[in-house]
């Protein structure tokens, strides 16, 4: 004779194994949805920031081809003045690339401050390992950990103070290059005329 099969009892494994079928699982927090606004809005700006590549680039070609047009123009039409215009056309996209610079840096501020927010409150439920979004600190601690100092390197995210990112933009290689060395072509070619251009 069959043995019924017991039913199960509201706390064993049973019952939590298999629930009732109107029952449904809490669907998984996405990027973009409205219960985690931060991680949406940290990804946003991280696209903005990444857009200014293509700008930054664009204002470099620009330079480049202009200013070498206006040097190559000055011998040609054995113009002076033209090395000065070279010149002067390549301080402006130096100037525009600085200026284009420190709107990118002001997202930067923001992005940290998402950072730190989501670390502490992550290690606030889970002390000590404490987790979170860390594109830019992660970028500036690099050098520690890239030279075999990572004891050195803290995990948790700090915010930004002072940025000589933004407060000199003007100054930083990857800004002032090209346009530096057409400013300065433009500049001494004038100054000491060479070729002796009228």
Same mark, same amino acid.
């Not at 985690?36 to 620009?62: C, H, M, Q």
């Not at 090209?178 to 400013?183: C, D, E, F, S, Y």
């Given at each position: 004779?069959?043995?019924?099969?017991?039913?199960?009892?509201?706390?064993?494994?049973?019952?939590?194994?298999?629930?009732?079928?109107?029952?449904?699982?809490?669907?998984?927090?996405?990027?973009?949805?409205?219960?985690?606004?931060?991680?949406?809005?940290?990804?946003?700006?991280?696209?903005? *920031?990444?857009?200014?590549?293509?700008?930054? %680039?664009?204002?470099?070609?620009?330079?480049?081809?202009?200013? =070498?047009?206006?040097?190559?123009?000055?011998?040609?039409?054995? $113009?002076?003045?033209?090395?000065?215009?070279?010149?002067?056309?390549? %301080?402006?996209?130096?100037?525009?690339?600085? &200026?284009?610079?420190?709107?990118?840096?002001?997202?930067?501020?923001?992005?940290?401050?998402?950072?730190?927010?989501?670390?502490?409150?992550?290690?606030?439920?889970?002390?000590?390992?404490?987790?979170?979004?860390?594109?830019?600190?992660?970028?500036?601690?690099?050098?520690?950990?890239?030279?075999?100092?990572?004891?050195?390197?803290?995990?948790?995210?700090?915010?930004?103070? $002072?940025?000589?990112?933004?407060?000199?933009?003007?100054? &930083?290689?990857?800004?002032?290059?090209?346009?530096? &060395?057409?400013?300065?072509?433009? *500049?001494?070619?004038?100054?000491?005329?060479?070729?002796? =251009?009228?």
């Amino acid at each position: 004779m069959p043995v019924p099969e017991s039913s199960p009892t509201p706390g064993s494994t049973a019952a939590t194994a298999n629930p009732p079928a109107d029952v449904k699982a809490s669907p998984p927090i996405a990027v973009g949805s409205p219960a985690n606004p931060a991680s949406d809005e940290y990804y946003a700006i991280l696209r903005v *920031i990444s857009e200014y590549g293509s700008r930054f %680039l664009t204002i470099k070609g620009w330079s480049v081809t202009l200013s =070498l047009a206006g040097l190559g123009l000055a011998f040609v039409e054995e $113009k002076r003045w033209l090395l000065l215009l070279a010149a002067a056309s390549a %301080l402006g996209f130096w100037i525009v690339e600085a &200026l284009a610079k420190q709107h990118q840096t002001r997202y930067f501020g923001r992005m940290r401050d998402i950072e730190v927010a989501t670390y502490k409150a992550s290690e606030s439920t889970n002390p000590n390992c404490g987790s979170s979004p860390q594109i830019d600190w992660a970028w500036h601690t690099a050098g520690d950990k890239l030279h075999d100092n990572r004891r050195n390197a803290p995990t948790a995210p700090i915010a930004h103070g $002072k940025f000589y990112l933004y407060t000199h933009p003007f100054v &930083l290689p990857w800004v002032y290059l090209p346009h530096v &060395l057409a400013v300065g072509a433009g *500049i001494l070619l004038f100054v000491f005329n060479p070729t002796n =251009l009228a």
